[in-house]
């Protein structure tokens, strides 16, 4: 260049100097595209490691729910056996007595939650779009679904909690927690008004 500059050869510099700009900018642009593919690498990674804990999550959830439908369905079995029993022509009060006081268990098992850890980092991350808009739709109308279905066993679950809560407080149950037994819940049984606990075991089952 100092020796173009010496000869007043100003057009052989400019064309240098255009040069010398060239390559800077195709260095720029290497660079660039070298640190887009590292990005793109690590945001692959990234996509597959969320998809594994995301796979991990739902796996977990099937056992989770599949445990709970098999104890509802024991419980929904034991309650319609009750209920044939009390609704057989061989049924008297003395039956209802002994299923309230001696077979009937008040408890229930409830579903309290699913595993979301992964769902949750992803949103509050900004990472649910690692997916692609098709599986991000897909992945946000599931745990919207989810919530939704919770929602109504959460209100179930405290319905029923109300109601039992109301009927021990007037019947006494085989719960290990029960605080009074022995002979004054022996006497409370021999006194009790069938037909009111008719009516509310009714509504209890």
Request: charged share 20%; hydrophobic share 40%; net charge neutral.
């Amino acid at each position: 260049r100092q020796q173009l500059l010496t000869e007043n050869r100003f057009s052989k510099y400019l064309i240098y100097a255009i040069g010398e700009i060239v390559l800077v900018v195709i260095g720029i642009l290497i660079a660039l595209s070298i640190n887009n593919w590292n990005e793109g690498r690590k945001r692959e990674g990234l996509r597959i490691s969320q998809t594994i804990y995301l796979k991990r999550d739902l796996e977990a959830d099937v056992i989770i729910l599949n445990k709970a439908l098999q104890e509802a369905e024991n419980e929904l079995s034991i309650s319609r056996s009750l209920s044939d029993r009390l609704s057989s022509p061989g049924a008297s009060l003395d039956t209802l007595i002994k299923i309230a006081r001696y077979e009937f268990n008040p408890a229930v098992g409830g579903l309290t939650g699913l595993n979301r850890n992964t769902y949750n980092s992803l949103i509050a991350t900004g990472n649910i779009d690692l997916f692609g808009a098709e599986v991000n739709d897909k992945i946000l109308d599931h745990y919207a679904f989810m919530d939704n279905r919770f929602y109504f066993v959460k209100v179930n679950n405290q319905s029923y909690v109300d109601v039992i809560n109301k009927y021990l407080m007037s019947y006494p149950s085989k719960l290990k927690s029960n605080p009074i037994n022995g002979l004054l819940q022996d006497s409370f049984w021999q006194s009790v008004d069938c037909h009111k606990l008719q009516s509310e075991f009714n509504g209890v089952l």
